[in-house]
């Protein structure tokens, strides 16, 4: 009589083989993405395929899911950084059961190496912020990303602060997601500020935050409109950053009262735009409004 305790289920018979099949296609080099930590992983088995990503020369994304802990997480950013053809690592655990600590640092060196274009880290800080959020933010400083993704990591308006000055002064990273965060208008306030001075973020996505329709605010209306002016830019090849070509912080504010004046107006009175170009003559009757200001105009049309 078969005893049936001893035979394993079909589902972890199905699950130890994706996991076999996975290295066995990394050694054979046949895979350009690869994701770990589906069910049927297990730390060692993570390990086992770190192992394999040293070598491999087609594989250019590795996704992390769920088994997030200083054992996986060193090893994936080891590899990673070793192999200059990973230049996209996501790392997301949807559970919350974030079990890092000292690899945190492994993490920070592989984010200012240079080898990563994009970098996902959703759901990924826990409870660590308060050490996390500091040394993040001093290696995005200097780092070659272009799309970096924060979502679901309670960063609130005190955690976006540095995150905010080192967007200010970064040149390569395109794309930034804060959305499902705990930003309210204040941290839509320094985001608006940091884009007078970025020159880069064409893409700021700040859904699900404790503000309920971000463009519905100036700030919120600025970040947005100063990212396609960005994006005009780079597409007409005058990338610069000169500082002429900045909103001056005094005209920002002076906007800030028109704006929300113009925005009174065209809702309930359907306000054409050549009254919105009206209000900047008066606001700026020096002719201060450079080029970068009037390309802001005529985006409005």
Same mark, same amino acid.
């Given at each position: 009589?078969?005893?049936?305790?001893?035979?394993?289920?079909?589902?972890?018979?199905?699950?130890?083989?994706? @996991?076999?099949?996975?290295?066995?296609?990394?050694?054979?080099?046949?895979? !350009?993405?690869? @994701?770990?930590?589906?069910?049927?992983?297990?730390?060692?088995?993570?390990?086992?395929?770190?192992?394999?990503?040293?070598?491999?020369?087609?594989?250019?994304?590795?996704?992390?899911?769920?088994?997030?802990?200083?054992?996986?997480?060193?090893?994936?950013?080891?590899? @990673?950084?070793?192999?200059?053809?990973?230049?996209?690592?996501?790392?997301?655990?949807?559970?919350?059961? @974030? !079990?890092?600590?000292?690899?945190?640092?492994?993490?920070?060196?592989?984010?200012?190496?240079?080898?990563?274009?994009?970098?996902? /880290?959703?759901?990924?800080?826990?409870?660590? /912020?308060?050490?996390?959020?500091?040394?993040?933010?001093?290696?995005?400083?200097?780092?070659?990303?272009?799309?970096?993704?924060?979502?679901?990591?309670?960063?609130?308006?005190?955690?976006?602060?540095?995150?905010?000055?080192?967007?200010?002064?970064?040149?390569?990273?395109?794309?930034?997601?804060?959305?499902?965060?705990?930003?309210s208008y204040a941290g839509l306030e320094?985001?608006?500020?940091?884009?007078?001075?970025?020159?880069?973020?064409?893409?700021?996505?700040?859904?699900?935050?404790?503000?309920?329709?971000?463009?519905?605010?100036?700030?919120?209306?600025?970040?947005?409109?100063?990212?396609?002016?960005?994006?005009?830019?780079?597409?007409?090849?005058?990338?610069?950053?000169?500082?002429? /070509?900045?909103?001056?912080?005094?005209?920002?504010?002076?906007?800030?009262?028109?704006?929300?004046?113009?925005?009174?107006?065209?809702?309930?009175?359907?306000?054409?735009?050549?009254?919105?170009?009206?209000?900047?003559?008066?606001?700026?009757?020096?002719?201060?409004?450079?080029?970068?200001?009037?390309?802001?105009?005529?985006?409005?049309?």
């Amino acid at each position: 009589m078969t005893n049936n305790s001893d035979e394993a289920h079909p589902d972890q018979v199905a699950e130890v083989d994706l @996991v076999e099949e996975t290295i066995a296609d990394l050694q054979r080099d046949e895979l !350009q993405s690869v @994701v770990l930590g589906e069910p049927g992983w297990t730390t060692k088995s993570i390990q086992r395929c770190a192992e394999e990503l040293y070598l491999t020369k087609n594989c250019q994304e590795v996704y992390l899911l769920e088994i997030l802990n200083d054992v996986t997480v060193h090893a994936i950013c080891e590899a @990673v950084r070793c192999n200059p053809t990973i230049q996209t690592l996501v790392l997301d655990c949807s559970t919350g059961d @974030v !079990q890092i600590g000292e690899s945190y640092n492994q993490l920070f060196e592989l984010i200012g190496s240079g080898s990563l274009i994009s970098l996902t /880290l959703h759901n990924v800080f826990s409870d660590n /912020l308060d050490y996390v959020i500091p040394h993040l933010s001093l290696v995005l400083r200097h780092s070659s990303l272009r799309h970096l993704s924060l979502e679901k990591n309670r960063i609130n308006d005190d955690y976006l602060l540095p995150i905010a000055k080192a967007l200010a002064g970064q040149t390569t990273i395109s794309h930034i997601n804060l959305s499902n965060n705990m930003i309210s208008y204040a941290g839509l306030e320094m985001l608006s500020e940091v884009m007078s001075y970025n020159r880069t973020l064409i893409g700021v996505a700040l859904s699900n935050i404790l503000v309920r329709i971000p463009t519905d605010t100036w700030e919120g209306f600025t970040i947005q409109e100063q990212c396609k002016v960005n994006r005009e830019m780079l597409e007409l090849g005058e990338y610069k950053r000169e500082s002429h /070509l900045r909103f001056p912080i005094t005209f920002q504010r002076k906007m800030r009262r028109y704006w929300y004046f113009y925005k009174h107006l065209n809702e309930k009175y359907d306000i054409p735009i050549h009254v919105w170009e009206s209000v900047l003559q008066m606001v700026d009757p020096r002719g201060y409004i450079n080029q970068k200001i009037r390309l802001w105009m005529k985006l409005q049309q």
